[in-house]
């Protein structure tokens, strides 16, 4: 379905037919005429090839294809309206909301004590939700899936998909058991390259 041909206010006028089960009382609940809703139903049942809504003894009866569509709608609607409404004077002293953080054991550790200290103290109010993942495709797959509103590890998306910021960096180094012999001696290349390694990584 090509959605340029769509209009938000159809799916306004579908949600209240819904809701109303009268064209009449629909009208009334989005503020349009009688004859404004029944052309929005006209064009709507144009558009999804289906009735949608037949007259029964009590008012308009959903079909089997518009019962499918309502929960659909609202949500997308209730989303549109949430989006348009979120206000950027966010005061973290007042709000009680809940945030969902996608973590790995890494950023946790160096991460979490000091984001719930600082939530204690100038948002006491919210609830953090974590988030543990291993692997780094699953960062992505948790903001995806909905089940985090951000997630902190190593990027691995398409540049550009995925808004993000790097916190920090962070370098590489060796450590060895005690009593080594190259313990407390420089790491020369080929010394690296010469040595046994064990590798601790939650990726194949």
Same mark, same amino acid.
């Given at each position: 379905m090509d959605l340029h041909g769509i209009d938000l206010n159809l799916l306004v006028a579908f949600d209240a037919l819904i809701a109303e089960r009268s064209v009449t009382r629909a009208g009334i609940r989005i503020g349009r005429t009688q004859p404004a809703m029944s052309a929005a139903l006209s064009r709507l049942r144009s558009l999804l090839n289906d009735e949608l809504f037949v007259r029964g003894p009590d008012g308009l009866l959903p079909t089997m294809r518009a019962l499918e569509l309502a929960e659909p709608i609202n949500r997308a609607l209730t989303d549109i309206q949430r989006t348009l409404e979120f206000r950027q004077d966010f005061d973290p002293a007042q709000s009680t909301a809940t945030f969902a953080i996608g973590l790995a054991e890494h950023p946790a550790h160096l991460? %979490?004590?000091? %984001? *719930? #200290? !600082? %939530? !204690?103290? =100038? #948002?006491?109010? *919210?609830?953090?939700? *974590? !988030?543990?993942? %291993?692997? !780094? =495709?699953d960062a992505v797959k948790l903001l995806d899936d909905g089940e985090a509103d951000v997630t902190i590890g190593v990027p691995h998306s398409p540049a550009g998909r995925i808004l993000s910021q790097p916190l920090f960096a962070e370098r590489f180094v060796c450590v060895v058991r005690s009593g080594h012999p190259q313990a407390n001696q420089p790491m020369t290349l080929d010394t690296f390259l010469e040595m046994s390694h064990l590798l601790v990584s939650p990726e194949k």
């Open positions: 991460i %979490l004590p000091r %984001l *719930v #200290a !600082r %939530l !204690r103290q =100038d #948002a006491p109010g *919210v609830i953090l939700l *974590v !988030r543990s993942f %291993l692997h !780094r =495709d």
